[in-house]
């Protein structure tokens, strides 16, 4: 079978992959991590997808190879355990990369491991000492959630390690979703990886205002002053809300969109591909509208959530969810009519044991049509006549769990030519115990011994352009007031748009006082009607950027963080904005800030541009005790692209559904 070369790997495939390393490594033991599809040189790549779009592509078409990237430990006669990573070509069955990974760099955590981390405490009598300075309550028992050990401190050696945050659960509601997180504990176990001993308990302060840095203040009764606060329906005090009315989406001729070959879809004029790795989670690929290209890819690289409490060792609370767990390894079971609505298409996913084999994780992404207000309309005020179109969206949807934390990441296209990259955060905080009638400066208490601290969540998102082809440069315009003048602006209304083409490669922030808009352009390709050449923009949100000292271990390892929009060369393997490898980084390596330190010249060339935004989280109770979504978008349209609006032939049709409530119907409202 002749896969499609951004098709991800096949279960027979990674056999092969997963049997090629074993034969390369005898009389060793392999710990398998990841096998996942090894994306074709772009090279390779765009010279296949020119013969796919031309319609020359024939069964005997030469095809890039089929690549695997496998990553693995290996562990030696003498226990000593290496990180290896190999790129197996799958059709001549034999490794043509390979490398022992740099012992200054640690793989990223896997599921096994967090399962490792919390046997390992519950044997640990170290553990079981720094618990029995508490006394819980009769029917409680101990929760252990593993966290990234962050970045190291600095009299730390470079060992691998794993941190752990505790938590106490009320065990007689006799259900397994009672809230934990009402209840932290102020220890801190943390494990050597490659023992698998607990070798020290962290005992973080727990005091307020006016306390320090290490002032340890608890009593026994750890939790007598914390609250239960339940999210789960069927412990809510007084149940769900029942005046809800069922909205259903409802499309009874089935979908607009086709999907084939499993990873193309179709729909109305767009055309793009969708991938998925343990890392990124959902890729898109290839895209297309109406017969012209777009993007090459597109993806979320790299996300960073570090936190502002400074009391040792939440210093050390910094995670890098992409690169330190992976978005695909975390990616969600999606439900039917709960996490996507209406007529819609699941992709699977792969993921790896660690023996090699594969398990299968269904509804990985959903793919959904949905309605997104009104896309344009104009009224005829002399005629009585409105024309009104509705914008509809097709939306490729996953979701991670992090711990506490969920993040919703979506891909939505409309009629408009647009794309829209969305985050959406929410799940439970990350709270820590305070004392009782305390509060804090690091953050906000949410409810009795809760305090939940002060953090940012910054993303960055990958823009790989093909803007009516590969050759592009990035433009960014500003508009300016222009100080008033007898000669060029006597009233004092004019302003002027300047424009100028980033050179080098280099970042640049948000500057909503000059509405700074950063285009994609094809500067061989002219606008007919505007002469200005065929582009795609996005405004840069102007959201905070990284506020850890510049100095700090938070700041030196997410330089993505710290400017909202990189220019950079394409390089084949380039992914990631914070590096290969985040997980107890001390610094950013072969991230998006090295590739800036280049130099290169970006000016007509195979450009990439990246997007750093995010929120700074100081908590509020509302969010307590599960947050309402807090929603942050990247608009990413066209700019003299078209020759005018691209969805002029959207029908402007009835929803035929729709109907008038009867003013009866609603009375007990308006009481």
Not at 170 to 187: I, Q
Not at 386 to 403: D, K, M, N
Not at 412 to 436: H, M, W
């Amino acid at each position: 079978m002749n896969l499609h070369p951004l098709a991800g790997l096949s279960p027979d495939e990674i056999k092969v992959a997963r049997d090629v390393v074993v034969a390369s490594h005898l009389d060793t033991i392999i710990y398998f991590r990841e096998i996942y599809l090894s994306e074709p040189p772009k090279a390779h790549l765009t010279e296949f997808l020119e013969l796919e779009h031309s319609g020359r592509l024939s069964p005997t078409t030469p095809r890039p190879s089929r690549l695997a990237l496998c990553q693995y430990d290996v562990v030696g006669r003498e226990k000593s355990t290496e990180y290896h990573e190999s790129v197996v070509d799958i059709r001549l069955r034999r490794r043509v990369k390979h490398q022992v990974v740099d012992k200054k760099f640690h793989a990223a955590l896997t599921v096994n491991e967090f399962d490792v981390f919390v046997d390992r405490c519950k044997a640990s009598p170290l553990f079981q000492k720094a618990l029995a300075d508490f006394d819980l309550p009769k029917g409680f028992d101990i929760v252990i959630e593993p966290w990234p050990y962050g970045g190291l401190d600095l009299s730390d050696d470079n060992r691998r390690y794993m941190q752990g945050l505790i938590f106490a659960q009320d065990k007689t509601k006799n259900n397994e979703d009672a809230n934990f997180y009402s209840y932290p504990l102020p220890v801190i176990p943390v494990m050597d990886c490659a023992t698998e001993a607990i070798v020290r308990v962290d005992r973080p302060a727990t005091g307020g205002k006016g306390d320090g840095l290490y002032g340890q203040t608890f009593s026994r009764d750890i939790i007598g002053h914390a609250n239960a606060s339940e999210y789960v329906p069927e412990l809510l005090p007084g149940g769900p809300r029942k005046d809800l009315k069922p909205l259903n989406v409802v499309q009874p001729d089935g979908p607009s969109f086709r999907v084939t070959n499993e990873s193309l879809v179709e729909w109305q004029k767009w055309r793009f591909r969708v991938g998925f790795n343990p890392r990124e989670g959902a890729t898109i690929h290839d895209v297309w509208y109406d017969g012209r290209s777009v993007l090459y890819r597109l993806a979320i690289s790299e996300m960073t959530v570090p936190y502002a409490d400074p009391r040792p060792p939440y210093h050390r609370k910094q995670a890098f969810d992409f690169g330190d767990g992976g978005g695909g390894n975390t990616a969600n079971n999606l439900s039917i009519g709960c996490d996507c609505l209406g007529v819609i298409k699941y992709f699977d996913a792969l993921l790896t044991e660690t023996d090699g084999s594969t398990t299968k994780l269904p509804n990985a992404i959903c793919l959904h049509e949905q309605d997104n207000g009104i896309g344009w309309k104009h009224s005829n005020w002399r005629t009585d006549r409105a024309v009104v179109t509705r914008s509809r969206e097709l939306v490729v949807q996953f979701i991670i769990t992090l711990a506490n934390y969920e993040y919703i990441f979506a891909y939505k296209f409309d009629q408009a030519g647009a794309i829209t990259v969305e985050s959406r955060a929410t799940g439970i905080l990350n709270v820590v115990n305070i004392d009782p009638c305390k509060t804090s400066e690091y953050g906000n208490v949410v409810s009795g011994g809760v305090l939940a601290q002060n953090h940012q969540h910054i993303f960055c998102v990958r823009i790989d352009p093909a803007i009516d082809g590969h050759d592009n440069s990035v433009v960014v315009e500003e508009s300016h007031p222009m100080p008033m003048n007898e000669a060029t602006n006597p009233n004092g209304n004019l302003y002027r748009v300047i424009d100028y083409t980033v050179d080098r490669a280099g970042w640049l922030d948000a500057a909503p006082d000059l509405n700074r808009v950063v285009k994609m352009t094809n500067p061989h390709r002219t606008n007919p009607v505007s002469g200005k050449p065929v582009a795609y923009k996005f405004t840069p949100l102007a959201t905070q950027r990284l506020l850890a000292d510049p100095n700090s271990v938070q700041a030196r390892r997410a330089r993505f963080a710290q400017h909202h929009v990189w220019v950079t060369k394409y390089r084949d393997g380039e992914l990631y904005a914070g590096g290969n490898y985040t997980l107890q980084s001390q610094l950013e390596i072969g991230g998006v800030s090295d590739a800036v330190k280049r130099g290169d010249r970006v000016a007509d060339t195979d450009v990439v541009v990246w997007n750093s935004f995010g929120l700074t989280h100081n908590p509020r109770v509302e969010d307590w005790p599960v947050m309402p979504v807090d929603i942050y978008q990247l608009n990413i349209r066209p700019s003299d692209f078209f020759t005018a609006n691209p969805s002029l032939d959207v029908p402007s049709s009835r929803n035929a559904s729709s109907r008038v409530v009867q003013s009866d119907c609603c009375r007990d409202a308006h009481i």
